[in-house]
């Protein structure tokens, strides 16, 4: 897992319109890159929505924010679409930049063993991790997140 004072491995992955989304063309002082499990599971869900209630801090605030899945573009775009969610979303279908990330591996989904994204979160400033936030709870994320860069 990535830690505070890492360099933010760089990615370039299809948002939900198919078009290239890197690390380097995020606006802002900040980006938030969270890794999320499935589009348009509760939980997800939950965490996506609570980005979306929370955007005009972050987008007053110079703060960009894309959700990483391994689901496909089609996924995103429909997840996006019925959530209204202002931020991209991006796939990252065969898991690499979610691995690079220590947010991909084997893990136990209702008895079974498959392998997928971890809900991990992590804030990057200048290329470089600044905040890391592993398994966190979907409902209070985005805020906590504010909380923890003094924007709220």
Not at 14 to 38: C, H, I, K, M, W
Not at 73 to 96: C, H, I, N
Not at 128 to 133: A, D, G, K, M, R
Not at 142 to 151: F, T
Request: with cysteine; proline share 5%; glycine share 10%.
């Amino acid at each position: 897992m990535l830690e505070p004072g890492d360099d933010a491995p760089e990615f370039s992955l299809s948002n939900q319109n198919g078009e290239e989304v890197s690390l380097d063309d995020l606006p802002g002082e900040y980006a938030v890159v969270y890794f999320y499990p499935r589009a348009d599971t509760p939980g997800c869900t939950t965490e996506a929505c609570s980005f979306r209630d929370d955007w005009d801090t972050y987008e007053e605030a110079g703060v960009a924010v894309v959700g990483i899945s391994d689901d496909p573009v089609e996924d995103l775009a429909d997840f996006r679409e019925k959530y209204d969610l202002p931020f991209d979303l991006l796939s990252d279908e065969d898991g690499e930049v979610s691995a690079a990330y220590g947010s991909y591996g084997e893990k136990n989904v209702f008895g079974n063993e498959v392998m997928g994204v971890f809900r991990n979160t992590f804030v990057v400033r200048d290329g470089e991790i600044v905040e890391v936030y592993e398994g966190v709870d979907p409902e209070n994320h985005a805020e906590e997140i504010l909380g923890d860069l003094g924007l709220n």
